[in-house]
């Protein structure tokens, strides 16, 4: 198993900018696959982007191209999201997931951080 802690949410206005951080401690080498997940209240969990540890390709969400940039540090066992030009609409709770497979659907990870809270006022 993996164990998954994120940190690093809050309070931004609108075109604000803010960094995720989702560190990783257990057997990572078993969960190759990194997503960040969202979900607002009354809305489904949605993938936002995802990155191997084993390669540097990344993938987004179309909602977030452009604005957000997932990266990894192997040594730290870290991955990031930074998120700029922040809108209203990206407030939800943003999760860290790992997986065996890089794919667009909560239900392919089960690993799960706590959760951190995004608001983004406008």
């Known amino acids: 198993q993996v164990q998954l802690v994120e940190s690093g949410g809050g309070l931004v206005q609108a075109g604000g900018s803010l960094r995720l951080s989702c560190a990783a401690s257990g057997s990572t080498s078993s969960r190759d696959a990194m997503g960040w997940f969202r979900q607002a209240p009354g809305k489904e969990r949605e993938f936002v982007a995802g990155i191997r540890w084993s390669g540097s390709n990344t993938y987004y969400a179309d909602s977030v191209k452009g604005r957000f940039t997932i990266s990894r540090d192997n040594a730290k066992n870290t991955v990031y999201l930074q998120m700029n030009s922040l809108k209203p609409e990206d407030t939800a709770v943003y999760y860290c997931?790992?997986?065996?497979?890089?794919?667009?659907?909560?239900?392919?990870?089960?690993?799960w951080g706590q959760g951190t809270q995004v608001t983004v006022s406008s």
């Open positions: 997931a790992a997986g065996m497979l890089l794919l667009q659907i909560w239900r392919a990870y089960d690993c």
